[in-house]
């Protein structure tokens, strides 16, 4: 199988998936696809959905395995998240006691 019918299977299944788990997802797979990793000790995954209706948040996966979403995170907030030099801190300084309960 060439490289780019595999790449193409994999992109269509990858677009199955988000459509099934997340219908309302406006983000597009491109943008789910070039998607810039998570550098931290703690954090595996950070990534901002937004809804249809506007609403949005940020799905956090840690490295134990755990994934979790925090509602109402502006995208402004993940994007200094995904600049801050310590995800772990900037969860507990400016996510944690601001968009969880």
Known sequence: MSTFILAHKYTMRIREVLTESY???TMT?????????VKSSWI??????EFDDGSGGVNMTTLGGKTYFIENV????YERWMRALSKGKFWWSDVKYIYTD
């Open 23 to 25: 219908p309302t997802i």
């Open 29 to 37: 797979l491109e943008q789910f696809l070039i998607e810039e990793p």
């Open 44 to 49: 595996a995954d950070l990534t901002y959905v």
């Open 74 to 77: 502006p995208y402004e907030t």
